[in-house]
């Protein structure tokens, strides 16, 4: 089978519903660790949602090496992890599944909803770091 | 530049001792058993962010919180990977200046110095001022453009004792610190 056609029949990716239970991971630049730096900042839309991906499609170590595609160092990345329904128990928020298949990203999942104060305070209490900056996976 | 000193009433201090000279026949102000008087010569201090007739010395944690904010004007556009805008001095100033105004204010009104917030890097070239105390956490953001008011937020983290809003930088709000600290 020509690699093209193959392509399409592979990327024919449907959004999907996520489950509660389910966890969304998220790239953090190294400097918004600087010390004594909190990343209430970090939690912002980038045009209409807040770019994560769906753990049910990826791992960790593969959030964190997407970059390369941008052309940017991994090492420069950690990952932080967000359940499911604790995002949408953050008032305005919904979490929707949007693969990327330009970028042949299965997992992408958008966080829409206004990021405001309220919603940035919240978000920074609710995520944990599952690869620090040091880590080499 | 007039400074604001305080002792305590009744204590016994000449007018000479220190650094000081006193303005003559100065009715001092009285806030909470303490009295307030005016120095009339320049006063040298570490903190260069003083404000006005605000220049009580800072406490050393908030001076740290200040001059570790100065870590964000190195941040130049694009400093997380994600096309992020860096800080300008003119923002971070007005965090500052609204943080030690109302710091002062507090302290003035209440001889209580509030807790010293995380000053750190707000979405598109806006800084956050963030405190994370046992029992209630406070989210302030300062825009990068001076005409917008700054938003906050805070709670107890259960969501219980919620304070929201828009505060007009040119203002002092130390009711929010109130609420903070209580």
Redesign the interface.
Known sequence: MDSNVADEVTLNWQPENIPDTDFLYMRVHKNWFQPKQNITGLFKNHGEGMSTDWSYYATPKETKERVIRFGKSPEDFAVIKMLVAEVRAIEEQTVEHTPDIPNRNRAHTDVLGEKDVEARLKFSRIFDVVIKIEDPN | MAIEIFKRKNESWHKDEGRATWLEDEKPKKIKGFEFYTYVEFCKTESSYRQNDASVELTSELKESIE?SK?LLK?GDD??????LGYSESTLNRAIKFLTDNAVQFWKDNAVWVSAP?I?????G?I?L?WKLADR?L???IPIDENEPA?????D?KNNNIT?GKLNLSEKHQWILMWLMK
């Open positions: 570790s870590q941040l400093w997380d990977g994600e096309g992020s995380e750190c890097p707000g979405p598109d806006s956050d963030l956490e989210l302030i953001n938003s906050y937020y805070g709670d983290s929201k």
